[in-house]
């Protein structure tokens, strides 16, 4: 078996990017990058793709390693070109499960569960109010998520955005924002937090010691990412689990991090990390030190469902980010129709990544640059 074409296309309104790959068996295969501006277009640059044409696509993490050579050789090694070549990892694991019959999780060492939890990350509340804040909660608990994630960063008038200072007045709101979505969510849904990296480690600890006693799930991305010593600074001096890994690419890039135990719980995002198994190499490095993974997931159903192959063959997966409550686009884009019930996926046991593209409903939301899986 043999590839004979690697194709992209990007959706709209939200640009997620899907990848096909064609044998000359007539098995494809689907994936999804990490969207982001031109990242449809790497999948299909030559410097890429002349790594696989006329290869086997079931020699998958060979393949891994020829794109990461060819295009490290051309100065590119992370970013947006990891993305293109995440979501072409996870076409080639498409592949390799239909041929063989059994889904993806099968080749990555088997399952240790059939229901994946899945987390609602509601962003904020409608307004300032905290009333919205709350509302918003118990809507989204109502439709059985019992894990929601909120933003603590979007709120106005932050004083200086470049020396990462909070004001007093916003501490003050980011700990009575909490309390009150602890207080108004049941004690058996789980509350996490997000930080987006933007405050100093002063400030946010002052923050991350008052949840102490709201008992959350995790307080993500405290402080910038860059600065593992930083960041195991902050996670030593506080109770509350701290999470971090959506901006770290490959298991070398998690090395630093989970060795020095500078986060309690990492949230490697697999469509720009590496793909599957590499989602399960940086898995594993955590277990080492038995620490939770977590994936961070904005993708369309293709790039979920693909994750959630990784997240049901590794021991110390707890939860999955879900991104997009609510959007037609998402809910139409596979035949597979209503894939989180309770707050969970059900693990496939269909070949390969288990899912079936709706091809009319991704042509439709196909914006027209490279064509519908054309370039
Ligand atoms: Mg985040």
Known sequence: MKIIKVASCLLSPFPWVLVKVTTDEGLVGIGEAYHGAGVHQIVVDQRLTNALIGEDPRNVDKLFKDMQRRMSASGFYQGAVMSAISGIEMALWDIAGQTTGVPIWQLLGGKFRDRIRVY???????????????????????????????????????????????????????????????????????????????????????????????????????????????????????????????????????????????ADIISPDLAKAGGLLEGRKIADLADLYYIPFCPHNICGPVGTMAVTHVCAAVPNFQLLEFH??????????????????????????????GVTLNIDAAQTACVDDLGFFEG
């Not at 959350?216 to 593992?228: A, K, R, S």
């Not at 997009?324 to 693990?347: A, K, M, P, Y």
């Open 120 to 262: 609602n990350d509601c962003h904020a509340g409608d307004t300032d109010s905290i009333d919205t804040w709350v509302a918003k909660a118990k809507e989204v608990e109502s439709r059985g998520f019992d894990a929601i994630k909120f933003d603590i960063d979007p709120l106005p008038d932050q004083r200086d955005r470049y020396n990462r200072g909070i004001s007093n007045d916003h501490i003050a709101y980011y700990i009575d924002v909490a309390t009150a979505l602890r207080e108004g969510l049941d004690s058996n849904t789980d509350l996490l937090i997000d930080g987006h990296w933007k405050h100093s480690p002063t400030d946010i600890l002052q923050v991350a010691k008052a949840y102490e006693s709201l008992d959350l799930y995790w307080l993500e991305d405290p402080i910038p990412p860059e600065n593992i010593d930083a960041m195991a600074r902050l996670t030593n001096a506080t109770s509350t689990p701290i999470c971090t890994g959506e901006n770290f690419y490959t298991a070398h890039g998690f090395r630093d991090l989970v060795e020095k135990q500078a």
């Open 324 to 353: 997009h409550l609510d959007n037609e686009v998402w809910s139409g884009l596979l035949i597979e129709q209503d894939l989180i019930q309770d707050g969970h996926i059900d693990v496939t046991t269909r070949p390969g990544l």
